[in-house]
């Protein structure tokens, strides 16, 4: 069974924390990406990666920062955290450019 | 305004019934997507689609490039169903996806 796996399903951080969030897929993807989905809006592309030690920004990638030492692996930091960051946060992989095939389960982040 | 609409934004409905999700688009697509979220977080994929129509057990997709809308159909709804329906299109300019806001589905049994 193909899986996405995200390191916490809920965190509560306080303003100004370094925050991260880990995840990993186990099929040798080279496209992983991370997400923000907030109500009204739909999921927006924070960054995204294509390879190791590669990344690209997305739509939204101010207040982020991400890091791929490994394939598997992919994660997102928010080096300051900030109250407009409470948001469910989603991972993904695929093998396509742009194209995320399958999801981690999601990190809901509270930042109070 | 967004590149891609949903609607309705939210639908309730009877174990059984028959359920339309609408999506349209402003933007040229290479690819419409349709995903679903259950309660829990984690995404679907269910189709993919560039033209035409697909069916997967109870559910069908279309999709009418020339009037730039998708549809996705549940036939004999069931409340196993109820999750948030995406709608999200490649677009063709640059490749990359964008979302719809999601429709949040339930059926009650």
């Known amino acids: 069974d193909v899986k996405v796996t995200q390191s916490s399903r809920y965190l509560v951080k306080r303003t100004g924390e370094k925050v991260f969030l880990e995840c990993v897929q186990d099929?040798?993807?080279?496209?992983m990406f991370w997400y923000r989905q907030d109500p009204g809006l739909g999921l927006r592309l924070i960054y995204f990666?294509?390879?190791?030690?590669?990344?690209e920004k997305g739509d939204i990638p101010e207040g982020y920062s991400v890091s791929r030492e490994k394939k598997e692996r992919f994660s997102l930091i928010l080096e300051s955290a900030s109250t407009n960051q409470t948001s469910m946060y989603l991972c993904?992989?695929?093998?396509?450019?742009?194209?995320?095939?399958?999801f981690g389960q999601g990190t809901r982040l509270t930042v109070v | 305004k967004n590149e891609v609409e949903q609607s309705p934004q939210n639908l309730t409905a009877q174990e059984g019934e028959f359920i339309t999700i609408n999506c349209s688009y402003s933007?040229?697509?290479?690819?419409l997507h349709w995903l679903q979220q259950h309660p829990g977080g984690g995404i679907v994929s269910l189709f993919m689609?560039?033209?035409g129509k697909k069916k997967h057990g109870r559910l069908i997709a279309t999709i009418n490039i020339q009037e730039k809308h998708s549809s996705l159909h549940i036939t004999a709804s069931h409340p196993r169903d109820s999750a948030v329906y995406i709608c999200?299109?490649?677009?063709?300019?640059?490749?990359?996806?964008?979302f719809g806001q999601g429709t949040r589905l339930t059926i009650n049994p």
């Open positions: 993904a992989s695929g093998t396509a450019l742009h194209t995320p095939n399958f």
């Open positions: 099929m040798d993807h080279e496209n």
């Open positions: 990666s294509y390879d190791v030690k590669m990344k």
């Open positions: 933007v040229g697509i290479s690819a």
């Open positions: 689609l560039s033209s």
């Open positions: 999200a299109v490649r677009k063709k300019d640059t490749q990359k996806l964008v």
